[in-house]
């Protein structure tokens, strides 16, 4: 693990991210992620000088959109920023929680009104 994926980890382990559980260094399918939820379906991956070539950004996406095929979404920071700007990456992964799991209670909430409608 790099520096700041390390610092990440600090943030991210023992359910100190509003309480979800996260994984470090999890494979999923063929692939290793940094950090995963299962409950978000979330990986978080953090971004150092080796993924800078342009061969490195190509497997990355390739890499990223199979997984995104497979449901999994996906928040990229930079390694320095987990060096230079810690607070601000913590509050962007509250940041997409927040919406995120609003935005899954407003479509559950959204079913129990359709179901008793459509069975009138």
Not at 57 to 64: A, E, F, M, N
Not at 95 to 115: A, P, Q, T, Y
Request: aromatic share 10%.
């Amino acid at each position: 693990m790099t520096f700041g994926e390390v610092l990440l980890w600090n943030e991210l382990k023992q359910k100190r991210m509003l309480g979800y559980d996260f994984d470090r260094q999890r494979p999923i399918d063929n692939f290793i992620v940094d950090f995963y939820c299962k409950d978000l379906q979330l990986a978080i991956e953090v971004d150092g000088n080796s993924h800078n070539s342009d061969e490195a950004k190509i497997k990355d996406g390739v890499r990223q959109k199979r997984l995104e095929s497979l449901g999994v979404k996906f928040l990229r920071f930079d390694d320095e920023d987990m060096k230079k700007q810690m607070a601000s990456v913590v509050k962007e992964i509250e940041f997409w929680i927040r919406k995120e799991v609003s935005s899954s209670e407003e479509e559950i909430e959204l079913d129990k009104m359709i179901k008793p409608i459509q069975e009138i």
